[in-house]
């Protein structure tokens, strides 16, 4: 099969895009080339990728299956490039939140320790962090995601610590007079979650006293717009805390909730030296006798 690497380029650049005349844009090629490699790549694969629309596109069914492999495939060339130039560099993923207050140490640890190799923070509102899309090498998780079987037995996940629970709500809120909050006190208001990649689900709350609405967000800037608008509180995990300030937003502990656990993840046989090195100095940075557990 001759799949050729910018037909995956352009593949990838229609969806983040949104538009041929985007992807050639952000390409630095012809609306007409993107959509003739669109085209080479679907006949090779003998499936139609992408439905095409006068203002819009969207991924077939096909094109949803496809769409992580080409990402890792092209993440792999870059990796290769980097490996072969004698350069080197470490994606670390992430959801929501980094690492909090470990972030600078981190970076600080990693870029004295490690110098030949890079370590790159990136965020990917994805339930892997960008794992299976092949935008990320190690992942931070605060939740287990949430896949089909085979790619669950692809995702190896290990316990680094825990971090504690807080809850965000708008600074004119009468919760945030106080120094804590309880779980009860939260949920006479609706409650920002988000389903795909967010710490906090309803099953936090015993069944008789959950918050009677729901709000579904899709990204942490939507759910800090919502919530200091007064419109919703939330609950997270302590790095959201740390990372994310805002005007008219503030931050109490949960005194009775569970801490939120935090796992480093990998495709499961694609942890490099670096990787590993990566995983023991998160380790460290939470103090945690880590345990392996895989999913």
């Not at 992942?139 to 949430?146: T, Y």
């Not at 790619?151 to 629970?165: D, F, Q, T």
């Not at 005194?255 to 990787?275: F, I, N, Q, S, Y």
Request: aromatic share 4%; net charge positive.
């Amino acid at each position: 099969m001759d799949i050729e690497f910018r037909q995956l380029r352009c593949f990838v650049a229609v969806v983040d895009e949104g538009t041929f005349t985007d992807a050639g844009i952000s390409l630095g090629i012809s609306q007409t080339a993107v959509s003739r490699n669109l085209a080479a790549l679907e006949e090779h694969l003998g499936v139609r990728l992408i439905h095409r629309t006068t203002r819009s596109v969207s991924l077939t069914e096909a094109g949803e299956r496809a769409l992580a492999h080409a990402r890792r495939a092209l993440a792999a060339v870059v990796g290769l490039e980097g490996a072969a130039q004698g350069g080197g560099r470490l994606r670390l993923g992430y959801a929501w939140s980094a690492l909090g207050s470990h972030t600078l140490e981190l970076q600080r640890r990693w870029a004295a320790g490690y110098p030949d190799t890079e370590l790159e923070l990136v965020m990917d509102n994805s339930p892997t962090a960008g794992l299976l899309e092949g935008t990320s090498d190690v992942a931070i998780l605060r939740r287990a995601p949430s896949l089909g079987k085979t790619a669950a037995r692809n995702v190896e996940l290990r316990r680094i610590g825990s971090e504690k629970r807080f809850c965000a709500m708008a600074a004119d809120d009468p919760l945030a007079r106080r120094r804590s909050v309880g779980l009860a006190q939260i949920a006479d208001r609706p409650l920002a979650i988000d389903v795909r990649t967010g710490s906090t689900t309803l099953e936090l709350w015993p069944a008789e006293s959950r918050p009677a609405k729901t709000v579904e967000i899709h990204s942490v800037d939507d759910w800090l717009t919502l919530i200091s608008s007064g419109k919703a509180r939330g609950v997270t995990a302590e790095a959201t805390a740390h990372q994310y300030r805002r005007r008219g937003l503030v931050y109490r502990p949960v005194r009775d909730a569970p801490p939120v656990p935090v796992h480093a993840a990998w495709v499961k046989g694609e942890l490099t030296a670096a990787g590993r090195r990566l995983v023991g100095l998160l380790e460290e940075l939470y103090g945690a006798g880590a345990q392996g557990v895989t999913r």
